[in-house]
């Protein structure tokens, strides 16, 4: 039995955890589906429908035993703002008619009997990160369903990066195929090329291919730095320019660093701490199901979902 066999069957006989970016899939139904679907008060609940749909498919078929909604609440006193206040500054509010619906996506949540967390200080990201790291103690594998880039960081051998609806995976060998650097590095790599989505800045001219290759000689943003005079020696055409453009923008780097890497100990709370799933409660389902309107279909198929 080779190796990565080995390592497989491990990791199959491992308790595993589904930790949900649930945004993601809020704002897919909120695009996806029509805004004639509607709740009793006639508002639309398009994003509901889209989130609480791919909710019911992930039950359904994998049969997680533990599973949690990671949720982005208002960043009152957001951390990553503190360091840098322009921090997705470049993002417009969402639209009133999406707001509302995501206080109905964590009472859905609740409902069907899901754990869901939230922070005012930190992201849905930061919440999935100290999920992983305190479930990989307890002895998990961890399973990350997201689009997002940036949770591929947290990837460690045995676990996977799932972006459900493009039904595209990542284990952690996949990643540095996908990036050019392994999970470690995809926070320095971010730090290097900036995130146009979170409104950091990168250095101009470093794109993942060339920040990939910086990475793989010198691994980690500090080495970076320790070696500019040595970018030029290397075997790379425009090493030159490229270390003159690191040399002029390597003041931003330590604090790029600091909002790309994904925090694995933030502190925040949820209605319950067991992520166990046991089944969904009855009668407040079926209450929130009555408000968002549902049809029997629908209804039928959340209450005939059974734990595992």
Not at 50 to 64: A, R, V
Not at 111 to 118: C, H, K, V, W, Y
């Amino acid at each position: 039995m080779t190796a990565d066999n080995e390592n497989n069957m491990a990791a199959k006989s491992k308790k595993r955890a589904y930790l949900i970016d649930s945004s993601i899939y809020i704002f897919r139904g909120w695009h996806a589906y029509s805004d004639e679907i509607t709740d009793i008060d006639g508002n639309p609940s398009n994003a509901v429908y889209g989130f609480t749909e791919f909710l019911h498919q992930l039950i359904e078929f994998e049969k997680p035993e533990y599973i949690a909604c990671a949720f982005d609440a208002k960043q009152t006193n957001s951390y990553r703002r503190e360091l840098y206040p322009d921090y997705k500054g470049n993002r417009p509010p969402a639209p009133p008619e999406l707001k509302q619906q995501f206080k109905h996506c964590r009472d859905f949540c609740r409902a069907a009997g899901i754990a869901d967390f939230s922070s005012n200080r930190f992201e849905a990201d930061d919440i999935i990160g100290t999920l992983a790291t305190r479930l990989r103690d307890e002895g998990f594998s961890i399973t990350i369903l997201s689009a997002d880039k940036d949770l591929a960081q947290l990837i460690k051998p045995g676990d996977m990066w799932w972006d459900f609806a493009r039904d595209k995976i990542m284990h952690y060998r996949d990643v540095e195929k996908v990036f050019g650097v392994k999970p470690e590095l995809i926070a320095d790599l971010l730090a290097l090329t900036g995130d146009a989505v979170d409104n950091i800045p990168g250095i101009p001219g470093v794109g993942y291919k060339m920040a990939s290759n910086l990475l793989k000689k010198y691994p980690g943003v500090e080495l970076v730095l320790e070696n500019i005079d040595n970018i030029s020696k290397m075997k790379f055409r425009g090493s030159g320019r490229i270390q003159k453009l690191v040399e002029e923008h390597q003041h931003i780097l330590p604090l790029n660093k600091q909002l790309t890497t994904i925090v694995t100990d933030a502190e925040f709370k949820g209605p319950k701490d067991d992520i166990r799933w046991q089944g969904v409660y009855q009668d407040a389902l079926n209450s929130i199901l009555d408000y968002l309107n549902a049809g029997a279909g629908r209804r039928a198929r959340w209450l005939n979902l059974q734990a595992a």
